[in-house]
């Protein structure tokens, strides 16, 4: 079975300091994605890879950077977190855009206070 | 931008009824896909249909695609209380390189 492991099912950071949301796959799928999820709001893309070391932007980058040095690991870097970035965070990977299914992983629920 | 849209938000029904949900995107898609989620975890994929399919069938669940309306629904049938869970549906912009936009979901509660 595809398996996506993020590090931590639930964190708690204080403003301003830096945090990595790290993300691994274990079926060699060349794309994968962080998405956050609020209530009413649904799953907002925040960016995606479809390579090592390539990355695009989703529909709300500002504040977060990512990282893929590997294929099968994808970080999602809070810069400076604030407390507008409280949120569950989702990874999640597939081999082919629309073609195959997305894997995610169990989420992490971020709190900064 | 959101490229799907679910409707309804929330669906309460009883054990047994069927479930129907909508979903309504606005470009062009390669395929359309749908997923669960269960309270506090991760999605699962449920079902895939292709831009040229326009019915396809799983278990319980029967999905149909209109790409003329741009729009997709899934029916539960006999629902049962373990189907209470949030339903998304996801698309592709139909480029090469582009992720799974996801709409903002249905809640359904399915009551014994």
């Known amino acids: 079975d595809v398996k996506v492991t993020q590090s931590s099912r639930y964190l708690v950071k204080r403003t301003g300091e830096k945090v990595f949301l790290e993300c691994v796959q274990d079926?060699?799928?060349?794309?994968m994605f962080w998405y956050r999820q609020d209530p009413g709001l649904g799953l907002r893309l925040i960016y995606f890879s479809y390579d090592v070391k390539m990355k695009e932007k989703g529909d709300i980058p500002e504040g977060y950077s990512v990282s893929r040095e590997k294929k099968e690991r994808f970080s999602l870097i809070l810069e400076s977190a604030s407390t507008n970035q409280t949120s569950m965070y989702l990874c999640?990977?597939?081999?082919?855009?629309?073609?195959?299914?997305?894997?995610f992983g169990q989420g992490t629920r971020l709190t900064v206070v | 931008s959101q490229q799907g849209e679910e409707d309804p938000q929330a669906l309460s029904i009883q054990g047994g009824e069927n479930a129907t949900m909508n979903c309504s995107y606005k470009?062009?898609?390669?395929?359309l896909q749908w997923y669960r989620q269960n309270s506090g975890r991760g999605l699962v994929h449920l079902i895939l249909i292709r831009s040229n399919e326009r019915e396809k069938h799983s278990g319980r669940l029967r999905v149909t695609l209109d790409t003329s309306k741009k729009s997709s629904s899934l029916l539960i049938t006999a629902s049962r209380a373990a189907d209470t869970a949030s339903y998304f549906c996801a698309t592709d912009a139909n480029q090469a390189g582009t992720a799974l936009i996801f709409g903002k979901g249905t809640t359904l509660s399915v009551s014994s």
């Open positions: 999640a990977s597939s081999f082919r855009t629309g073609i195959t299914e997305a894997f």
């Open positions: 470009t062009s898609i390669n395929n």
């Open positions: 079926m060699d799928h060349e794309n």
